[in-house]
């Protein structure tokens, strides 16, 4: 692993940034993490969806979550290490919008140094993009 990341009070478990078989970065467990538990969160700007969409046909990687109708969270320039998770078909974690936050809990145990994994689920993509989790019975596009 590398650029191991201090812990705010909101990230509960360490975690590091790395290269990821997957795509780009990835975040990865920098210590065990039981199952069923919040991992952390990201913070990010406040934008309106209309923005964000704006936004996102501007850069090569999004890191956008639409929190409502109307408002949205763009983590581009965030420092928050979990911005880096990357989707799988079979992710060992879950992205859960709750009071206007981001936060990640593990779905299971996540060993340390595994990479911590969440199901995109509907993006912009539209099925155009080719899914690179390499999970069994991947769907093969996002």
Do not use: W
């Amino acid at each position: 692993m590398s650029d191991a990341v201090a812990r705010p009070a909101y990230q509960k478990y360490a975690v590091e940034v790395a290269a990821s078989p997957i795509d780009g970065q990835g975040v990865f467990a920098a210590e065990p993490i039981p199952g069923r538990v919040k991992i952390g969160e990201i913070r990010g700007e406040s934008v309106t969806v209309e923005e964000a969409r704006i936004r996102a046909t501007r850069a090569e990687r999004i890191m956008i979550v639409e929190l409502s109708p109307k408002k949205a969270i763009d983590f581009s320039r965030s420092p928050d290490p979990m911005r880096y998770t990357n989707h799988s078909c079979q992710p060992n974690a879950k992205l859960v919008i709750a009071n206007g936050r981001v936060e990640f809990f593990s779905l299971k145990k996540i060993a340390a140094g595994a990479e911590i994994t969440v199901d995109y689920g509907e993006t912009h993509h539209d099925g155009q993009l080719p899914c690179r989790c390499g999970a069994p019975g991947c769907r093969g596009a996002l």
